[in-house]
């Protein structure tokens, strides 16, 4: 198995796994986008909270030039933990909810 085989394989179990978490309140649905053939990832929650409809992004990876992009993380346990966890190593991991002038600051003291 290749390299971004391994990292589909990761991703896709650490989603899997998210699903399993079901929001307390309301009538929510947890969904999963997985595209492979794009790359991208995600877990979101879609239904009613009492009047209010929710449509959120719970996690959402990404990989962009053979690195894992972090493009969302709304999770209790943070998925670049997760993902070191699985063996994946810091330099292979983008967060890519910061602004590009973090991620520059973040890549200078890695």
Known sequence: MDKLDNYREIIKEIIYEYVTH????????????????????????VGWDAVRQVCDSVVHIDIINDKIW???????????????????????IVLGFHPEEVLQQLIINN
Not at 22 to 43: C, F, L, M, S, W
Not at 78 to 92: F, N, Q, S
């Open 22 to 45: 079901k929001p307390a309140n309301g009538q929510i649905d947890v969904e999963i986008v997985i595209d492979t053939e794009r790359d991208h990832y995600e877990v979101i929650h």
């Open 70 to 92: 972090i493009q969302y993380d709304g999770c209790s346990q943070p998925v670049a933990e997760t993902l070191l966890e699985a063996g994946i190593t810091k330099d292979m």
